[in-house]
């Protein structure tokens, strides 16, 4: 079984420039989860979709954020434009539904300069 | 928002010796997860124990959960080289609303086995 898949995995761009990242979760998984992991401290949730729908994005700073999972199935995190203090690994994760065990992409690796 | 803390943050240890991990958080939960994770890697899920467990094994892996104290602790036995990792506990609330499988993770336990 095809683990979440994460692009790019690296990025390195100048402030105030827009980036993207994407996410491929499990196959069959509705759960869809982005995380924000800064250096030495565990993810934070930013936004957690059940398919289409964005049940909780109260974490993702709306002002430069922005999601979307299009079809229930691969979504694509923004940001624009990116701050200095947006330097971090974005996570995404999968699970079903009705699962608690979450199973995380290799991150997506952001430095802003 | 974290609401687990992890004590030790650092651990070193020598292969063969068992390392002990702990957690410590603020309110009611379904459950606590732990994750490793390997360095520049995402996180793998390692055991799930529930609000009505005290203690949960996986092969090299033991672990407890107190819920009167809200802690939680995890113990790796024969410890290998290739256990060097940071060791994350999680916490997920009551299903229900938007909180549901919510994961709110501590800052993470960064063990090191030394051959």
């Known amino acids: 079984e095809a683990g979440v898949v994460q692009s790019p995995r690296y990025k390195i761009i100048e402030k105030k420039q827009p980036v993207a990242f994407w996410c491929n979760p499990i196959?069959?998984?509705?759960?869809l989860y982005w995380y924000l992991q800064n250096l030495g401290q565990g993810p934070e949730l930013l936004i957690r979709?059940?398919?289409?729908?964005?049940?909780?994005d109260s974490q993702l700073p709306k002002d430069r954020f922005s999601a979307e999972r299009l079809k229930g199935v691969d979504s694509t995190l923004k940001i624009q434009p990116a701050e200095l203090g947006d330097s971090a690994v974005y996570l995404c994760?999968?699970?079903?539904?009705?699962?608690?065990?979450?199973?995380f992409g290799p991150g997506t690796r952001l430095l802003v300069l | 928002s974290q609401q687990g803390e992890e004590d030790p943050q650092a651990l070193s240890i020598q292969e063969g010796e068992n390392a002990t991990m702990n957690c410590s958080y603020k309110?009611?939960?379904?459950?606590l997860q732990w994750y490793r994770q390997n360095s520049g890697r995402g996180l793998v899920h390692l055991i799930l124990i529930r609000s009505n467990e005290r203690e949960k094994h996986s092969g090299r892996l033991r672990v407890t959960l107190d819920t009167s104290k809200k802690s939680s602790s995890l113990l790796i036995t024969a410890s290998r080289a290739a256990d060097t990792a940071s060791y994350f506990c999680a916490t997920v609330g009551g299903f229900g609303g938007n909180q549901g499988g919510k994961l709110i993770f501590g800052q993470g336990t960064e063990l090191s086995v030394k051959p």
């Open positions: 196959s069959g998984h509705n759960t």
């Open positions: 979709y059940e398919n289409e729908e964005a049940v909780d």
């Open positions: 994760a999968s699970s079903l539904w009705y699962q608690e065990t979450q199973y």
């Open positions: 309110t009611s939960i379904n459950n």
